[in-house]
């Protein structure tokens, strides 16, 4: 009886005791959040950018609009979403910068709206040094039928799923794995702007472990491909840093603002994406939501333009 009693007591220290501490990966080339940042990064307002959008369809240049909103959130770690004030406790919630990066353009008859969701973390998380990924989505909307496709970044795995209308893809679920100080090419424009690791010295060239963009690892070929990147920081000319990420014969690059808080003035592709900046203005757009909300499009320059009527 009294080595039953024992057995029992050393099951249930067993079951009572703490996690284990995950590991931390440090990483020296982690964003600085200093006062400086927050002091524009936290007061409340998103950074909205709009840009001249061509985007390559169906063996075609096709003309179109793209805006970047640019925000700090406070993120709910158990769930990977935006935490509401006071509804979370504090010890599940982490800031993140948020990229959502919409680009809309007409194909024909029909139009094509595009969206990326990216989200780093400003605070070391789940075993991952601040300025590492935390999530990840992407989706598009046509005619035809919608794709949305999520990543997870956990300490040991990358939970991705993607749900498609097209043959093949379906609804599917995966666990990839993630490389220590892996990188994602969904949060390079923000990597450009120096709000994700690695932050890189003026002239640097370095190589990186970088999972693919959702949009190019469709899961007909794979639910995520890892691969070496080769990361550059040069001169861009006109007060401007040139950003750039190549695998192979793709790449992409930024035209950054040398002088804080770095906005990005062009991007492009070699697949043949160009955007150029219209206008960038700061603000609250989740309060303008009323039909008197719109004149704020004049700001954005996109007053009465579709991706039809750009330029007209």
């Known amino acids: 009886m009294m080595k039953l009693w024992l057995l029992s007591l050393v099951l249930l220290a067993g079951c009572t ?3 284990e501490r995950p ?3 440090t990483s020296p080339d ?3 959040y200093d006062a400086a940042f927050w002091k524009t990064w936290g007061d409340g307002q998103a950074e909205l950018t709009s840009y001249e959008l061509t985007y390559p369809r169906y063996g075609a240049p096709r003309r179109g609009t793209a805006v970047a909103i640019t925000v700090a959130e406070t993120f709910a770690n158990s769930a990977r979403v935006k935490s509401d004030p006071g509804v979370r406790p504090k010890n599940d919630e982490f800031p993140v910068m948020k990229l959502n990066l919409v680009e809309d353009f007409q194909t024909g008859i029909y139009d094509y709206n595009l969206q990326l969701s ?9 075993g991952r040094a601040a300025g590492a990924p935390t999530k990840v989505t992407w989706s598009s909307q046509e005619w035809c039928g919608n794709l949305f496709k999520a990543a997870i ?3 040991s795995a990358i939970r991705v799923e993607s749900h498609s209308y097209f043959d093949g893809e379906g609804d599917q679920e995966v666990l990839v794995r993630y490389p220590e100080l892996g990188i994602s090419e969904d949060t390079l424009m923000l990597w450009a702007r120096g709000m994700a690791r690695p932050v890189m010295k003026p002239g640097e060239t370095r190589k990186a472990s970088m999972m693919l963009a959702l949009q190019v690892s469709r899961f007909k070929e794979g639910p995520a491909r890892w691969e070496e990147a080769e990361l550059t920081r040069r001169d861009g000319g006109e007060g401007l840093d040139e950003y750039r990420a190549s695998v192979g014969k793709r790449w992409r690059a930024y035209w950054v603002e040398k002088a804080a808080p770095h906005r990005v003035v062009r991007y492009e592709t070699s697949e043949g994406v160009k955007a150029q900046m219209l206008a960038s203005e700061r603000m609250k757009y989740w309060e303008l939501n009323t039909p008197e909300g719109e004149k704020a499009l004049e700001k954005l320059k996109l007053h009465g333009i579709g991706p039809v009527g750009l330029g007209k």
């Open 17 to 19: 005791r703490g996690p």
């Open 23 to 25: 590991k931390v990966v």
């Open 153 to 155: 970044f956990n300490e």
């Open 118 to 126: 990216a989200f780093v973390a400003l605070a070391p998380v789940n």
């Open 30 to 32: 982690s964003p600085a």
